[in-house]
């Protein structure tokens, strides 16, 4: 039996309701103790709203010890084991379990009706927190630093320097900035010079988009019914919001300015990327529509889509339309969503019969044309995740009873050149 190295490019954590508060700076905990029961609060009445309440008591029964792991170490690395998921890349959680770093500083990070000082109090929580989680398993966790940058750049720089030093390779901006300056505006510019320097990696992941618009008031008020349509206008244009911020940067030529800056968008699909690609593309050469919109594109030295396969990589769900397109996509891009969080694996589990036939289709002579980008041509960390994973960790999760354990192209990790050997992998790496 083959035996591939998965490392997950999208799992979820975050600590169990009231446990943030003492992560928080001491100043701040009276807030927090005011607003975990008013998000609480919200949080039960969203599930009645989206009459999703008995459905997810239905799929926590008898998963109560392995949804723990959204937070438990030990429940964290029996599910991993259990699944064969060697290594992983962490952000914030909250939505089922009700574990979301305080003040709006959690998935839905958005500057739109949150408080400057405590949404920042709830991210440092949260990286304070992640830090100590990760590095109870150094080895087989990346952390995601939440860093809620459209308030203060100057903030953001301190912070990436904070989460670099305490073991934090990433970091997650906001997808919308609101009347906040957008990421075309030079005032970011330190905040990417330093990512690019330190070599952390910029998420963008996808949750919040325009909800106020589609359902009619966000949250919902209570006893008001939900204006028609607007669940599948959500679920249409999230993957729009979070794909925004890479059109700011390429046309800024954020990535001429810092050619070694990673970008990730994070669980918003890749399907789109083949048309979107295209589109840039075909607005930045020269045609006869163009010529009176002026000097536009003098600053960029590439292609959009060259400094997209260069700089940015996708984390998406395996869909096997996606799976299918791969190489239209970009091997080297698309990456895969193994789980959303330790827990997510019970009840969703990976579809390894798919993957399994996609790799029987595609075997070479000697090698595996990667489902999920074996023929990475960009070998740096693209999520920020230089796992170094020892021998042990991956023999044993090499013990799994699925029948077949994925690499994801998370990034070109340290030590997987040794690995691809000890394991004997057809890979290039």
């Known amino acids: 039996m083959n035996r591939h190295l998965i490392i997950s490019s999208d799992c979820h954590a975050g600590l169990r309701p009231g446990g943030y508060r003492e992560y928080l700076d001491p100043q701040y905990r009276e807030a927090f103790d005011r607003a975990h029961a008013q998000q609480t609060a919200q949080t039960e009445e969203l599930e009645k709203h989206f009459l999703v309440k008995d459905i997810n008591a239905k799929w926590r029964r008898g998963q109560e010890s392995a949804l723990a792991g959204a937070w438990d170490h030990d429940a964290r690395i029996k599910v991993m084991d259990g699944d064969g998921i060697a290594g992983e890349v962490i952000f914030p959680d909250g939505i089922t379990e009700m574990n979301a770093p305080p003040f709006g500083a959690g998935i839905g990070l958005s500057p739109i009706g949150a408080d400057r000082e ?107 019914s939900t204006t028609r349509g607007a669940m599948g206008i959500y679920v249409s244009e999230v993957v729009w919001y979070v794909a925004r911020p890479l059109t700011f940067l390429i046309w800024a030529g954020v990535f001429e300015l810092f050619p070694k800056l990673r970008v990730a968008i994070t669980e918003g699909t890749s399907a789109w990327v083949p048309s979107y690609l295209e589109l840039l593309d075909q607005r930045a050469s020269s045609h006869a529509g163009s010529s009176k919109l002026g000097d536009f594109t003098s600053h960029l030295k590439l292609k959009p889509s060259e400094y997209f396969a260069r700089n940015i990589r996708i984390g998406s769900l395996t869909h096997r339309h996606e799976i299918e397109r791969r190489h239209e996509i970009g091997v080297g891009v698309i990456g895969g969503l193994v789980l959303l969080r330790a827990g997510d694996c019970v009840a969703l589990k990976i579809d390894h019969s798919l993957l399994a036939d996609v790799v029987e289709k595609n075997k070479k002579v000697g090698e595996v044309d990667a489902v999920i980008a074996i023929e990475v041509t960009d070998k740096r960390r693209a999520f920020g995740s230089d796992l170094a994973l020892s021998v042990e960790i991956v023999e044993k999760s090499a013990k799994s009873t699925l029948p077949l354990q994925f690499r994801s192209p998370v990034s070109a990790c340290r030590g997987w050149q040794a690995l691809a050997r000890i394991h004997r992998c057809a890979y290039r790496v």
């Open 118 to 224: 405590l949404q920042w109090a709830g991210a440092r929580a949260h990286n304070r927190w992640l830090a100590e989680f990760c590095q109870m398993a150094s080895e087989r966790r990346r952390g995601v630093a939440v860093v809620p940058a459209t308030w203060d750049v100057d903030e953001a720089v301190r912070e990436v320097r904070w989460a670099k030093q305490n073991g934090l390779s990433s970091i997650m901006l906001p997808v919308v900035w609101g009347d906040h300056p957008a990421y075309h505006d030079p005032c970011y510019d330190p905040l990417w010079r330093e990512c690019e320097e330190l070599e952390v990696a910029v998420h963008f992941h996808s949750g919040p988009a325009d909800s106020a618009t589609y359902f009619g008031s966000w949250p919902p008020k209570p006893g008001e």
